[in-house]
């Protein structure tokens, strides 16, 4: 943040503050304009942003007074640094270098883009040149879309009888203001020449799980406190951040978890937040939906300890058990308020949290027989094929309706039954989520050449957004019975997955899209981005 001040001044003079997110092209201006009233011989403004991480821009900030006469100062454009890695260090004291990307070529030059993956930072090189020669650094915020304020960084010339160049190092997160995983690039310019010539666009990998997340919270609303455009998926893509946090001990994104809660715990009217209404503590008329919230503040729970956090999770899912209904198919709860459907994912998300609030209850005895009363039903539902695997429903005849076998809801099964027999020591539940899971890892309807694949994800199919997100639900349980098992199959399935996302499905921005094999139509987006940040993080915890 910044102020300006203007003193030994008389009554009348004023002071503000000019901010631009161009390099002072333009500017905001009159920013907290105040004057020095009677008596005073100084005054100065309120403070101000220099970052807008909703805008994914840095600005530049001068003061100006009057007094008799405008004058500014210089502008001004703060370090950026992410601990103590700071804008303008020598590359030399770069514990590594790597180049993520080609090198490009100008007129026998050769401009290549550095980083250090460690620790965050780049800087650019120029080779083959001669004296007049220039080499710079390019930032920007979002994805290499707009750079005005972090364009020509370190700008440096070969020297005298020199024939290369390099610019000081730049850091790429911006923690302090909320700006993370920035993207850079390398340019250069001959001397004798006009035109410059740049390197793609790279984000620095610290961890492959840490640069899953710095390329996810680029698409974080922070001043609505969530990832705009879907509601389930925001919370499902919450929980992926908060067991990053659990699993790699990394908690750069635990402030996230509070803008959350806070910004959408109350009401929204229908295309607020979704088509239907939010009616507070995250419920609307999708059951399942307010499932997937009560979840994210669970595990919110078990990072945080904050209470609120549990308490959430107790009025939703006691909102969601008003809709177990043991007069159609003899129990089980309905997937919306219309009551028109009893199917996997609903039944899988309420078992799962009835068993989860019975292990964080002391003394409870409601949520645990609640659980193991779902966890019957759930087994001679039907819900579970011969094969092992779960289909999307129940037909109205409360038979399996033969639907498409998705790994959330087989995901979501290994997870509450592994957490059931944690909490009952009883065997026959983590039989059943051994069950589920082997059945998985052995067809060909979720796993083909040893790698998680939704039926969507193959030929020229495509996902729709909520099935973007399926896949990382799956692993995320997954990695919940490689824990209770110790299995080397499961755990060597969950490193298979994170090696091939990192080496098939990701950018040179770290972006990971929703074929975890690679291959085509392979679009990415924040909802294919949690998934696969699911997988990294959990190999990430083996």
């Known amino acids: 943040m910044a102020w300006a001040s203007i003193d030994n001044g008389t009554r009348g003079d004023a002071v503000w503050l000019d901010r631009s997110w161009d390099r002072g092209a333009t500017w905001e201006g009159l920013l907290g304009k105040a004057s020095i009233p009677s008596s005073w011989t100084g005054t100065r403004t309120l403070m101000y942003n220099i970052t807008d991480p909703v805008g994914h821009r840095r600005g530049w900030i001068r003061a100006c007074g009057d007094a008799a006469g405008v004058t500014c100062t210089d502008w ?37 883009l550095h980083v250090d993956q460690r620790d965050a930072t780049a800087w650019g090189a120029i080779e083959n040149g001669g004296p007049g020669d220039e080499i710079w650094l390019d930032r920007s915020w979002d994805e290499g879309a707009t750079w005005p304020e972090g364009s020509s960084l370190g700008r440096t010339g070969v020297s005298s009888g020199a024939t290369s160049a390099r610019t000081a190092m730049f850091a790429t997160r911006d923690p302090r203001g909320l700006l993370y995983g920035g993207a850079v690039r390398a340019c250069g310019r001959e001397a004798g020449h006009a035109e410059g010539s740049c390197t793609a666009w790279a984000r620095p990998a610290p961890t492959r799980a840490r640069a899953a997340a710095d390329a996810l919270m680029a698409s974080y609303r922070t001043d609505e406190g969530w990832w705009r455009s879907s509601w389930w998926n925001s919370a499902a893509t919450l929980t992926a951040l908060v067991d990053f946090a659990r699993r790699t001990g990394d908690h750069d994104y635990d402030w996230a978890i509070a803008r959350t809660f806070e910004q959408n715990r109350g009401v929204f009217p229908a295309g607020g937040r979704g088509s239907d209404p939010i009616e507070g503590h995250f419920i609307s008329r999708a059951v399942d939906d307010a499932a997937w919230w009560a979840i994210a503040w669970l595990d919110a729970y078990d990072l945080t300890h904050e209470r609120r956090y549990l308490d959430e999770a107790v009025t939703i899912t006691s909102y969601i058990h008003t809709f177990w209904d043991t007069g159609t198919c003899g129990g089980g709860v309905w997937w919306n308020r219309e009551r028109t459907y009893k ?24 949520w645990g027989t609640r659980a193991t009363t779902a966890a019957g039903w759930y087994l001679n539902s039907g819900l579970i094929g011969s094969s092992g695997l779960v289909n999307d429903g129940l037909t109205g005849g409360c038979a399996n309706n033969g639907q498409t076998v998705w790994s959330y809801n087989q995901g979501l099964a290994i997870g509450a039954f592994t957490q059931l027999w944690r909490s009952t020591g009883d065997d026959r539940y983590r039989s059943t989520a051994r069950r589920l899971a082997d059945a998985a890892l052995s067809s060909p309807l979720l796993t083909r050449n040893g790698v998680l694949t939704e039926s969507c994800d193959t030929g020229t199919n495509t996902c729709d957004d909520n099935q973007k997100q399926f896949k990382g639900i799956f692993v ?11 299995s080397a199959a499961y755990r060597a399935y969950l490193v298979k997955q994170a090696d091939t996302i990192w080496t098939t499905d990701r950018d040179p921005l770290n972006r990971l899209g929703q074929r ?14 949690a998934g696969a940040l699911e997988a990294l993080t959990a190999a990430d915890g083996l």
Do not use: M
């Not at 995320?476 to 110790?486: E, G, P």
């Not at 975890?516 to 981005?529: E, I, L, Y």
């Open 76 to 112: 001004v454009y703060p370090k950026v640094c992410d601990g103590t890695h700071c804008d303008g260090a020598d590359p030399a004291t770069a514990p590594s270098d790597e180049r993520p990307v080609p090198s490009t070529t100008l007129f026998g030059r050769a401009i290549s």
């Open 343 to 366: 199917n996997a994912v609903t039944n899988g998300l309420y078992l799962w949290l009835t068993t989860s609030l019975h292990q964080r209850l002391p003394g409870d005895t409601t």
């Open 476 to 486: 995320r349980h997954l990695a919940d019975l490689a824990d209770a098992t110790n």
């Open 516 to 529: 975890w094999s690679g291959g085509s139509p392979n679009v990415s987006d924040w909802r294919t981005q």
